[in-house]
T-cell receptor, first 115, second 117 residues
Framework: AQSVTQPDIHITVSEGASLELRCNYS??????LFWYVQSPGQGLQLLLK??????LVQGIKGFEAEFKRSQSSFNLRKPSVHWSDAAEYFC?????????????FGAGTRLAVHP | GAVVSQHPSWVICKSGTSVKIECRSLDFQATTMFWYRQFPKQSLMLMATSNEGSKATYEQGVEKDKFLINHASLTLSTLTVTSAHPEDSSFYIC?????????????FGPGTRLLVL
């Protein structure tokens, strides 16, 4: 069955430190991959997406993610975290099989940023 | 681009009343709309999928007569919680689908917080 795993439920980093949020997926074919961010009481904002091509994807707010097929991973990175990055981050897979299907979400990673 | 609005942003109602939530895609047209609910500190749970002009498809365990979805146009979808009860209190988020073949992306509304007393 298709699934998305975000191994880290909570992560705390200091402001200015680098960040990597892990995401692993299980899917029979090449998936379409997404990262979303959710601030408290808000909807989800798309950070970046991967459909094909260059496996290193640049997104908004200084985030990037790298698709590694051999590891079934799509980890999110940021070189220097800002206090405003504190939020919940969701990795998602959009399976395609002859048409669009629903997103499969990971459980999310809550990021806290220390000043 | 890909701006989604929801109205109201929060609503408090008495048990037994019905509540309508509107979702609009402001700068694009969406033939497919997803509706989610989210409980505190949890991931999103898909409730239903609707295509413009068609009946919605509900996920297992979601009562279609309780959560009425109308996707009457390419820019507007509504979710009506009928005869709301306290257990329906939650955060509801709509998500229209945008993009051409091979590049479809879900965008999300800001959410509606419902509190049923």
């Amino acid at each position: 069955a298709q699934s998305v795993t975000q191994p880290d439920i909570h992560i705390t980093v200091s402001e200015g430190a680098s960040l990597e949020l892990r995401c692993n997926y299980s899917y029979g074919a090449t998936p379409y991959l997404f990262w979303y961010v959710q601030s408290p009481g808000q909807g989800l904002q798309l950070l970046l997406k991967y459909f094909s091509g260059d496996t290193l994807v640049q997104g908004i707010k200084g985030f990037e993610a790298e698709f590694k097929r051999s590891q079934s991973s799509f980890n999110l990175r940021k070189p220097s975290v800002h206090w405003s990055d504190a939020a919940e981050y969701f990795c998602a897979v959009g399976p395609y099989s002859g048409g669009y299907n629903k997103l499969i979400f990971g459980a999310g990673t809550r990021l806290a940023v220390h000043p | 681009g890909a701006v989604v609005s929801q109205h109201p942003s929060w609503v408090i109602c008495k048990s037994g009343t019905s509540v309508k939530i509107e979702c609009r895609s402001l700068d694009f047209q969406a033939t497919t709309m997803f509706w989610y609910r989210q409980f505190p500190k949890q991931s999103l749970m898909l409730m239903a999928t609707s295509n413009e002009g068609s009946k919605a498809t509900y996920e297992q365990g979601v009562e279609k007569d309780k959560f009425l979805i109308n996707h009457a146009s390419l820019t507007l979808s509504t979710l009506t919680v009928t005869s709301a009860h306290p257990e329906d209190s939650s955060f509801y988020i709509c998500s229209p689908l945008f993009g051409g073949e091979g590049r479809k992306t879900q965008y999300f509304g800001p959410g509606t917080r419902l509190l049923v007393l």
